[in-house]
Every structure is written in structure tokens, then in C-alpha cells.
């Protein structure tokens, strides 16, 4: 009999409650499972009678400094590292709902939504799986920034980094679903950021719930977090984190091995952008265990 990679959802509900980074409001979460082909959606509590909106690239409204979902006057902001667990675990169908219009950082990684959803259990459903499966390579390239999907019959994302800061400088790391290594190597790196830029960030009143319980903050030569890092290479770590994030609103995970070099939300919304116009490279449809 032939076998497909099944479509998955969480075993049942689960709830979290955290302060979002740039409203600093606390917001309130339930994750709850959701039938075959639902896709992850997104429910406003606090805007009864609103259409739920879907976690699709088509509905991105802003990525200035988080991704920012809308539709019909909801939003869903800073949903990219809930989005990265999701893909990581690879669940394909979820409901969301939440009570304000942020997704509250936590400790500005994965880990704690990644825990949750695996103590609570994850299903195979009776329906295949929907990939994209990539033919011929697809590329952005900006200056010496590059995202490049190359058709392989892996699921594999690679990231690098190169950053002239003396604790970053060269990182690179590859995420492989089929070595099922997101939990322990990717979700639990955290946000970083420059110390000037968090100055600015307040500044404009944004970043209010920002602290160094929910980023690495650096400073000329050194981190400022008493407990330093989770890994050495934690910020190449977090940006493979935030790819997964960002990829995952193609709608359906790629078949082919994705390469990104100091890409961005920018860029690699760019790359989603580009690679859905470029549909002659790749087709959808079930895979084959
Ligand atoms: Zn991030």
C-alpha cells in the first residue's frame, strides 16, 4: 500500500498567556486542533463576529519590525515564532485564538509554545500531506543577501549569517525535518538585538514589553543577559528559527533544500513572493513515505 506523509494537528487544546514585545499588553492564548485542510488560523476573541484569518503570505499587511497578519479590520501581529514552531513540529492545522491583536514573545523564542504542543501531543490525520515540490531552483538575491530553494528530495533549510560584530561574525546551520532536529537545536534560541537599535525602538514607544527576559541584548563587546547564551551560534539559530516562520506562509512545507544567506523577514518575504510567481518550478501534491 502506498503511504503519504500524513496532515497533522495538536492532540487538543492548549492555553498560554504572555506579554506582547511592542504593545507590552499581556494577551491571552489557546491553540485548539482543527480538522484536515484547515490551515493554522488566527481568531480575535476581543472582535466577535470577525473573520478568522488565515496564516497565508497573501494576508501579510506589515514587517517592519514584526509580521503583521490582516483581513477585514483584524490583525494578528508578531506571529512568527508560533508560526516556526508549527512548522517545526510540522502541524498543518490549528486554530488560534487570542484575546488582543499580538501574540504574546515569551521568551522571544519557540520553546515555550514548542513545549506545550508537544506535552500535549500531536496527531496524524487520515489526509495526506500538501508540499510544494520544488523542480528548478528559485532564487532573490539583494547585494550579497541570497535566498535559494534547490529542488532535492529533502526538507531542509539552511541559514547563514555573517555579522562584523566580534561574538557573531560566520554562523551557519541547516534545520532537517527529517533528522527531527527543531526542538532541541532551533526553538530555543531567542531574539537579538543591538543595544542602539532597542534605544530607538523606545524611542517611538515601541518594544514596550522588550526586556532581557525576551531578547539577547548586545552591547559593543559583550551580552548583557547575566545567563549569556543557550548555544555559541544562538543568533544563527534564531534566524533559521524566524525562516521557518516566515516559509510557512507559503501555506504548505517545500519539498527541496532552501538556502538563505543574512536574509531577513524582508528578503525572505521577497523569496515567498518570487516563488510563487515562478510556478512553472514547482508543483503541489502529496509525497510518498
Ligand atoms: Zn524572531
New binding site residues.
Partial sequence: MTRYFLQKTLSQSVSVAGTGVHSGKQAHLTIKPALENHGIKFRRLDLPGTQDIQALFKLVVDTSLATVLGTNGAIVSTI??LMASFAGLGIDNALVELNDYEIPIMDGSAKVFTQLIKKTGIVEQAAPKQFFIVKKPIKVIDDDKSVIVYPESCFKITCGIDFTHPLIGKQKITFDRAKNNFEKEISYAR?FGFIQDLELLKKFSLGKGGSLDNAIVIDKDKILNEEGLRYPDEFVR?KL??SL?DFSLLGMPIQGHIVTYKSGHTLNHLFIKTFLENNDAWETGPIKI
Fill in positions: 512568527e515564532h531574539t534564531h528559527l524566524d516562520g
